[in-house]
């Protein structure tokens, strides 16, 4: 049996719980909870679990037992469980009410094919019900789960080394960083004859990350303990002051959640110079600043919706000020279809922190995989395959020779004649002023949006002086 057999007998014990009114993304935190357990068996690690909380307490025990147990051991490991336990663990409780259904999912994951899903990797196992989990559109869950063929292809052209600190601001389940943890791994022939305290430095450091949704948070430090890391994924939110702890950083993976602040307010943090609401360009303000700026080779790729290549005021300002202190040297203008929401164009931005904080950037390439592709989705799904022309052009010893229609460049000084505008390096065709291509209704608002903050802004400092002036006659 086959990972995919076996992530699909994993997804099909969901059906069980139908009558509790589970959603699908309960049912994979409840799974989570059970599978810890019985990977830790499968493991020989559960040393980690009080003896009377381990695998066997749960298979040998049936009905209302079961049931009282299993509530008692979510409470006890969630209070009393200490490092990773108490992290998976961490304000844990069932929505599973019918002790028959528990006792279901018991004995269903007990008589897996555990000898081969060992063989296969648990974590790729895992991995595979988070992604099922995604593409269900009832579960919710696509906005924290970037496909897996984009995110090879990013952290491969980032191209992350042994000593490196990696970080994901906006971890979801940690795909960026077990992806890099793997990519460094396999070219390093699995650490034969590395450093022991480099290994440790691989397991322990190398890879880290910040959630705000615990449930995702849960998720996350599963998958990351699954595939043979210890990394630290804090819970809160980057754009506090949680994301100043996150400094001097080598290589940041990324693709920060899409749309505007809960209620439009601008983020806790103090260090952020331009304090828009909108939530991307706040993103992308902190990491480019939590870049290390001493080395010379700190580097990020960054997947961002449209609206932070073209809106005005605060936008226009923060484009600049990368623009500046990094070497914002490529664009790749990403298809549609390929993330949760079908409407929302996005793009990754490469770009290297300078050890200075100016000029860095004289030049940015942009790749069009939007114009004339194909529309991405369940029925034509992506696939490494079809960066191939991109990375390429990325690559490439001297870009300019690269003949390629969707490979352009625009100078720095065109791009500040038109306001930092980076909405560019579209191919002009007819197809561009189709239905589907006008302006983005939601972008507009959000630029509309902006623009209003900015003037009330204004608005308010002007009050603010005249009633010192009152005061001071």
Known sequence: ???????????????????????????????????????LDETGND???PEEYRWNSLSSKHGMELYTHYRT?????????????????????TNITTPANLEKIIKSIDALDWYSARHEGLGDLYEGLLEKNANEKKSGAGQY??????????????????????????????GFMIAAAQYVKAKNNDYYGLEPSKVEFQINEAFTGCELVPETQRLALMNAMLHGLKSEILLGDSLSSLGQQMKNMDVILTNPPFGTKKGGERPTR???PFATSNKQLNFLQHIYRALNPRTGTARAAVVLPDNVLVQGGDGQRIRADIMEKCNLHTILRLPTGIFY???????????????????????????????????????????????DLFVQAYKAEDRTKIDDERWTVVSREQIRDKNYNLNL?????????SDDNLPDPIEIGEEVVAQLEEAVDLIMSVVKELKSLEVSH
């Not at 051991?73 to 409780?93: C, F, H, P, R, T």
């Not at 996005?346 to 194909?374: A, C, P, Q, S």
């Not at 191919?427 to 561009?432: H, R």
């Open 270 to 272: 103090d260090d952020l």
């Open 145 to 174: 789960f970037t496909p897996r063929p984009l995110i090879n292809v990013m952290v491969k052209l980032m191209d992350p080394k042994v000593g490196e600190k990696c970080n994901d601001p906006a971890a979801g389940t940690f």
């Open 47 to 49: 040393e980690q679990l």
């Open 341 to 387: 929401a079908q409407g929302v164009k996005t793009n990754v931005l490469f770009f290297d922190r300078g050890i200075t904080d100016e000029g860095n950037t004289k030049e940015v390439w942009f790749y069009d995989m939007r114009t004339n592709m194909d529309s991405f989705g369940k029925r034509n799904q992506l696939n490494e395959e079809h960066f």
């Open 73 to 93: 051991l979510l409470n006890d490991l969630g209070n009393k469980g200490k490092g990773l336990v108490g992290a998976i663990y961490a304000n844990a409780s």
């Open 1 to 39: 049996m086959n990972t995919q057999e076996i992530v699909q007998k994993l997804w099909n014990l969901c059906n069980v719980l139908r009558d509790d009114g589970i959603t699908y993304h309960q049912y994979v935190t409840e799974l989570t909870y059970i599978l810890f357990l019985k990977m």
């Open 425 to 433: 390096g579209l191919i002009a065709d007819d197809s561009l002023i």
